[in-house]
């Protein structure tokens, strides 16, 4: 009971109740208690309530021969009793009427008629009062209307449900029918159902159920219609669907999802969830990457495990497809490691796995470490079966053992687990003897014996060393022994290469190892003291021979028998027969091998061969030289060939002989054949033993072009052929043009000619191309046409123009030279001349030299004519005592003398003392013996001086004029 509606008083003696309903009835207990016990009373409350409403009569509109029905549901307690009500007149007092049914409270009236229209009435009333509810039914005549939109577009994908409205009213209620586009009534089929309300309900729609629907409305007042439009569309699929994905912790995982959606549909787009919860990339955080049907998990780690969900949708379906993502790891190293069952030679370890990391353990590595003989070094010992969790472990005696363990799974090896307790074996004698020995000299009188060492986990004991053992093989003499405690061991004084039997036996504290096996070794080696005898040559064709010889007795080779060498060399060709030094070269045959296949030599050829004997030592004294001739081969091909046109139907072959005869040349074989006919006969001539090394072949086809295949021969066949093409075209007159001359306009190049007399109508190409372009025009022209004007050419470029003349095979060009067209491209304009540096250095140039002029011309305006002593005096001054500092000129020079007028040559002057300086080539001498001569207070002379001075400056020194600008610059260049 809800604590608001209850209240104690007097001490908890009174429960007040507030706002009883029914739900309160029942039976109610006070008990009270002390020391001495409880008492209990009860009471029954019976909780009773005036008529209250469940459900209303509801008003209605409704057609004549339709069914009413009024509900009236009430309740309270006692039970309220309900009756019916016309415009306030009970039914029990008028007349009966057998359309009307009260049935459980609710009023049924069927086929109602228009004087059905009225107020009904339900009243429910107990003991405790009454509620009466009012209904207006009216009954009325109306056509029917449909108030579903009209066109009204319906989409769906296949294999879902649609439901397409047809809201109709009228009265009486009209009848509601759906037909498809074809006038055929949609029940036929059963997925098609049509509700009470009018709406057409198509389960599993597929692509043949898109069309046009019509849906009409009839009673007895007329009928009505809509249209209404489904189109299905292709249901969502995902084609590929993400994969379950094993990565490690801390990587990159991958989830792809590729799905097809109808093309008609513009909304679509593929969702991922981890979880039922859609997953978004964060602005500050990378670890989701969402590129169109990818999703990257960055830094994948356990938690990110789970099932991750594709979802692709649009704005009719949604598909999804899942993947589970399992993040592995190397395990975790085992822990609490435990010895059992210590033994002399064993010991049972025992561990306990570390986490697997969702990648199954599939085996253990037990690694050991021992402190006396490699301290720190951990050493694997063995590997077990990764369902195991202990093994017991096989030991050597005298070894300090702490064992750790390594588990394995998919990703990798885990750390090691921590060491082991220790664990002492007690010593014992040596299991094993050393292995790999080996006894060879490495003097032909001694012995040295070398063995592998064992390791200190073989010792078993302290202070090991070994006993060295070894005779003679095949005597019975008591064997030489020593003991060392490492190897080598060196014997001296043994006979050469002789074979010896060798043991080697460990030994230690505790006592001796097993009895050890004899081994075999060998002395030391001498060189072979003999040849091989009956050596054979064999020749097998122009280039290999066949070598065999006779195998040289053991104990003539004094070592181990590695195999024979034969050395050839070539003394001389057969067919010059001068001999010469060549290279000799060496065939190895390894092993006991008394015969060899000798290769690459030259035909028609004298060789020398020798074989010898070799050991571990080296070389024996080879055999006799044997003679070896080779006969002839085939011949290389000729060293060249040519042709000459000799007629229209015959051409000579030139030729020369092969470089390579390889024998006498006994004559050549000619082939040929038309290049452009290679059905046609092949033609072949042979051609023996020629005094002269050509050959004319005639009737030939005229302005044919034929292949020619020249081969030589010798007794030992036909060599390879020369190829050459030729031509019984003859050739055109290649034109003498007289004075080729040119002009040119904004956009074409105008070339004109004179021909010689007698080469009229010949036929030749100009060929011209721009600067700026790959493209080779072309253009036949006649020499008797005099000019051509090439048109339509780019303004401001430069174009390479050819003559060419077409001979047999070749175009030859005899006329070429590279034309300006004029006219100017703005643009390339500026490109090629306002932004080149020459150009802006020579404008600034100009600017200078004009201001430079200026000055001098204003300092001539404003002073007289004066004339420098200084530079008269050093004009007769030999050049070897000339200061030869600029600096010694600025001295003495006047403005005047700097700057007046002085002719120019037409170079720089040389620095020998015979050029005289620029300037005037007076002197003193020529004005008076005397040096007594009056000077201005500037050092000039007085006015007669000045007044010759002019004089002279008319004519100047190589020069044609008076200095100006344009001189000046000619003079710079």
């Not at 009023?107 to 009333?125: G, S, Y």
């Not at 530079?871 to 403005?895: C, I, N, Q, W």
Request: glycine share 6%; aromatic share 8%; with cysteine.
């Amino acid at each position: 009971m809800p604590a608001d509606r209850v209240s104690y008083e007097n001490y908890n003696k009174t429960l007040h109740i507030n706002s009883m309903t029914e739900v309160d009835d029942g039976e109610y207990h006070c008990a009270v208690e002390n020391t001495q016990g409880t008492a209990r009373h009860s009471y029954s409350v019976m909780v009773e309530a005036a008529p209250y409403w469940i459900k209303k009569p509801e008003n209605g509109v409704y057609g004549i021969g339709e069914t009413v029905r009024l509900g009236c549901e009430v309740e309270g307690k006692p039970k309220p009793k309900i009756t019916w009500k016309i415009n306030g007149e009970p039914i029990g007092k008028l007349d009966p009427d057998q359309r009307r049914i009260v049935k459980d409270g609710a009023l049924i009236l069927r086929d109602v008629i228009t004087e059905d229209t009225a107020v009904w009435q339900c009243e429910a009333a107990n003991k405790h009062g009454y509620i009466i509810a009012n209904a207006y039914i009216n009954i009325l005549k109306l056509p029917p209307q449909i108030l579903t939109q009209n066109n009204k577009e319906y989409a769906v994908v296949q294999d879902q449900t649609v439901f397409m409205d047809c809201k109709a009213f009228g009265a009486p209620q009209p009848q509601v029918q759906w037909e498809n586009e074809d006038g055929e009534p949609v029940l036929q089929d059963v997925r098609y159902f049509i509700y009470t309300n009018g709406t057409l309900r198509i389960r599993k729609a597929g692509k043949n159920d898109s069309g046009l629907y019509n849906c009409s409305a009839n009673n007895d007042l007329g009928s009505t219609a809509i249209t209404a439009v489904l189109n299905v569309k292709n249901a969502t699929r995902i084609i590929e669907p993400p994969k379950n994905t094993k990565v490690r912790n801390n990587t990159k995982a991958n989830f792809e999802c590729r799905a097809i959606f109808d093309a008609s549909l513009d909304e679509t787009a593929i969702h991922w969830k981890k979880g039922g919860v859609e997953i978004h990339e964060e602005g500050d955080n990378d670890k989701y990457f969402i590129e169109k049907e990818k999703l990257t998990i960055n830094y994948a780690n356990f938690k990110d495990q789970g099932t991750y969900t594709c979802v692709a949708n649009t704005t009719l379906d949604s598909v999804e497809a899942h993947a589970d993502l399992v993040v592995i790891e190397r395990p975790d190293p085992p822990y609490d490691l435990k010895l059992y069952d210590h033994e002399d030679r064993s010991v049972r370890l025992a561990w306990t796995a570390g986490k697997e990391h969702k990648s199954p353990i599939h085996e253990f590595i037990i690694e050991f470490e021992e402190d006396v003989f490699d301290k720190g070094h951990w050493q694997k010992l063995e590997t077990v079966d990764g369902s195991l969790d202990s093994v017991e472990l096989k030991l050597s005696p005298f070894v300090n053992y702490q064992f750790r363990v390594i588990a394995i799974n998919g990703v990798g090896k885990s750390d090691a687990s921590k060491p082991s307790e220790r664990f002492q074996t007690p010593p014992a004698a040596p299991d094993k003897n050393p292995a790999e020995i080996i006894g060879k000299g490495n003097d032909s009188h001694n012995l040295l014996i070398t063995w592998k060492q064992l390791r200190g986990i073989d010792w078993n004991a302290p202070n090991l060393r070994y006993k060295v053992m070894w005779r003679e093989k095949g005597k019975e003499d008591p064997w030489n022994e020593t003991t060392i405690d490492t190897p080598p061991l060196l014997i001296e004084n043994t006979p050469i290469f002789t074979e010896y039997e060798i043991q080697i036996q460990a030994i230690n504290d505790e006592g001796m190892g097993p009895q050890p096996v004899s081994q075999v070794g060998y002395s030391g080696e001498d060189f072979p003291t003999a040849h091989p005898d009956n050596v054979t040559v064999k020749t097998i064709n122009s280039t290999v021979v066949s070598v065999t010889w006779q195998r040289v007795p053991k104990d003539k080779i004094r070592g181990h028998l590695l195999g024979y060498k034969i050395t050839y060399w070539k003394v001389q060709s057969r067919l010059h027969r001068r001999k010469r030094h060549t290279h000799q070269h060496e065939v190895r045959i390894p092993h006991d091998v008394t015969h060899a296949i000798i290769t690459n030599l030259d035909p028609y050829s004298e060789y020398m061969l020798k074989v010898k004997v070799y050991n571990g030592k080296g070389d024996g004294p080879p055999s006799p030289a044997v003679t070896v001739l080779t006969p002839e081969g085939a011949p290389g091909k000729p060293a060249s060939l040519k042709i000459e046109h000799l007629s229209d139907t015959s051409l000579i072959l030139k030729w020369t002989q092969p470089h390579n005869p390889n024998g006498i040349i006994i004559g050549y074989e000619l082939q040929y054949q038309k290049v452009s006919d290679p059905e046609s006969i092949f033609e072949s001539i042979n051609i023996p033993n020629p005094v002269g090394l050509n050959w004319t072949v005639a009737n030939l086809s005229p302005t044919s072009k034929y292949k020619f295949y020249l081969t030589a021969m010798t007794n030992g066949g036909l060599g390879r052929p020369i190829v050459i093409e030729g031509s019984t075209i003859p050739e055109k007159v290649v034109p003498t043009l007289n004075n080729v001359t040119y002009s040119t306009g904004d956009n074409y190049i105008h070339l004109k000619w004179i021909t010689h007399e007698l080469e009229q109508n010949i036929e030749f190409q100009i060929h011209y191309k721009s600067n700026k372009s790959e493209d080779i025009h072309k253009v036949k022209v006649n020499t008797t046409e005099m000019s051509l004007k090439l048109q339509n050419l780019d303004p401001g470029s430069s174009y390479n123009i050819k003559f060419k003349a077409l001979n047999r095979t070749d175009e030859v060009t005899f006329w070429e030279d590279d034309v300006q067209v004029g006219g100017v491209v703005p643009s390339e304009m500026f490109e090629s001349i306002a932004t080149q540096g020459w150009f802006i250095g020579l404008i600034s140039a100009i600017v200078l030299l004009i201001l430079v002029l200026l000055i001098i011309c204003f300092i001539k305006r404003n002073k007289g004519g004066k004339y420098s002593v200084k530079d008269k005096e050093d004009a007769h001054v030999d050049s070897e005592a000339r200061p030869m500092k600029d600096e010694t000129f600025g001295e003495y020079r006047s403005l005047e003398s700097d700057h007046e007028e002085k002719p120019f040559t037409s170079s720089q002057p040389s620095l020998n003392g015979d050029i005289k300086p620029l300037g005037s080539d007076d002197s003193l001498a020529d004005y008076g013996g005397s040096v007594d001569v009056q000077f201005n207070e500037d050092g000039s002379f007085i006015g007669q001086y000045s007044g010759a001075r002019e004089k002279d400056v008319t004519g100047g020194n190589d020069s044609s004029g008076g200095t100006s600008p344009v001189n000046a610059v000619r003079a710079l260049e």
